[in-house]
């Protein structure tokens, strides 16, 4: 069984950052693709940003395009966020995601993960 687990959410004013971060922990053979989506309550959970097995490939929504990164150090089984310009609409519940399986990279925004963390809270005051 694996476990995912987010940290690093909270309240931050319009402009400012934060840093999420996930760590997988259990029966973890391969870490494949990794993934953040958001939710707000009445809303299906959109995608964030996606990160390859070698990072060497990252995808990202439009709407947090040069203000979000993605990144992932597999010697600690942990993806990180980081969210700069926030804007009181990136105000959500933030999901980190593992994949257990190769998938096509075109697909890596669509929410067929394997592992889901519990989730983590942002929110961003105007």
């Known amino acids: 069984q694996v476990q995912l687990v987010e940290s690093g959410g909270g309240l931050v004013q319009a402009g400012g950052s934060l840093r999420l971060s996930c760590a997988a922990s259990?029966?973890?053979?391969?870490?494949?693709?990794m993934a953040w989506f958001r939710q707000i309550p009445g809303k299906e959970r959109e995608f964030v940003a996606a990160?390859?097995?070698?990072?060497?490939?990252?995808d990202y929504a439009d709407s947090v395009k040069g203000r979000f990164t993605i990144s992932r150090e597999n010697a600690k089984n942990t993806v990180y966020l980081q969210m700069n310009s926030l804007k009181p609409e990136d105000t959500a519940v933030y999901y980190c995601a593992l994949d257990g399986k190769i998938r096509p990279l075109r697909l890596l925004k669509t929410p067929d993960y394997d592992y889901w963390g519990q989730g983590t809270q942002v929110t961003v005051s105007s």
């Open positions: 990160i390859g097995l070698s990072a060497d490939y990252t």
């Open positions: 259990g029966r973890i053979l391969t870490m494949f693709a």
